[in-house]
T-cell receptor, first 116, second 115 residues
Framework: AQKITQTQPGMFVQEKEAVTLDCTYD???????LFWYKQPSSGEMIFLIY??????QNATEGRYSLNFQKARKSANLVISASQLGDSAMYFC?????????????FGDGTTLTVKP | NAGVTQTPKFQVLKTGQSMTLQCAQD?????MSWYRQDPGMGLRLIHY???????DQGEVPNGYNVSRSTTEDFPLRLLSAAPSQTSVYFC??????????????FGNGTRLTVT
């Protein structure tokens, strides 16, 4: 079974509107972390936001927030006030366990297109 | 700081050729890893290392070797290239922490084509 599922291969959003990118995960570990990365068309991978399994508050980083619903095993990325530069592929990833050796499992990604 | 540096950026190989993808980081990170990204898919872990002299296999290790003689360097060797290894390869590093709050720092990737 896939550990990280991103069900939206592509999403469109109007500039200045908010958009939610979905991510569900599967793990039996109590300690884990969830990450979102952005990959623009230039190809590099950029870390956006992190949520720990024990964090009670949803993570926020500027216009990015993570809607963490632990019981539903979902970690959706919310981008507020979309900008043209937000057009990119977005990956959800998980790191399991307390000693994780830097290993992460990635979803297949969602391509976001921001329309002017 | 340069972060994670990968070379080359692009490479074309013929089937059966061997080559080494270079990766170096200057952040003194303990953990380093190699991922491949195929079209329409996420990143899959090839090999990883928790420190100098220690490496282990990831999800898709066949056809690749790694070694880690220093904290800074983590080269990936393709022993006998196959068309199925056509992909974009990313090297990543991260700090050793207790818990999971240590994001991956990526190199800019190597686009490899095997004909």
């Amino acid at each position: 079974a896939q550990k990280i599922t991103q069900t939206q291969p592509g999403m469109f959003v109007q500039e200045k509107e908010a958009v939610t990118l979905d991510c569900t995960y599967d793990t039996s570990d109590q300690s884990y972390g969830l990450f979102w990365y952005k990959q623009p068309s230039s190809g590099e991978m950029i870390f956006l936001i992190y949520q720990g399994s024990y964090d009670e508050q949803n993570a926020t980083e500027g216009r990015y927030s993570l809607n963490f619903q632990k019981a539903r095993k979902s970690a959706n990325l919310v981008i507020s006030a979309s900008q043209l530069g937000d057009s990119a592929m977005y990956f959800c990833a998980m790191r399991e366990g307390r000693t994780n050796a830097g290993k992460s499992t990635f979803g297949d990604g969602t391509t976001l297109t921001v329309k002017p | 700081n340069a972060g994670v540096t990968q070379t080359p950026k692009f490479q074309v190989l013929k089937t059966g050729q061997s080559m080494t993808l270079q990766c170096a980081q200057d952040m003194n990170h303990e953990y380093m890893s190699w991922y491949r990204q195929d079209p329409g898919m996420g990143l899959r872990l090839i090999h990883y290392s928790v420190g100098a002299g220690i490496t282990d296999q990831g999800e898709v290790p066949n056809g690749y070797n790694v070694s880690r003689s220093t904290t800074e360097d983590f080269p990936l060797r393709l022993l006998s290239a196959a068309p199925s290894q056509t992909s974009v390869y990313f090297c990543a590093s991260s700090r050793k922490v207790t818990g999971s709050n240590s994001p991956l720092h990526f190199g800019n990737g190597t686009r490899l084509t095997v004909t």
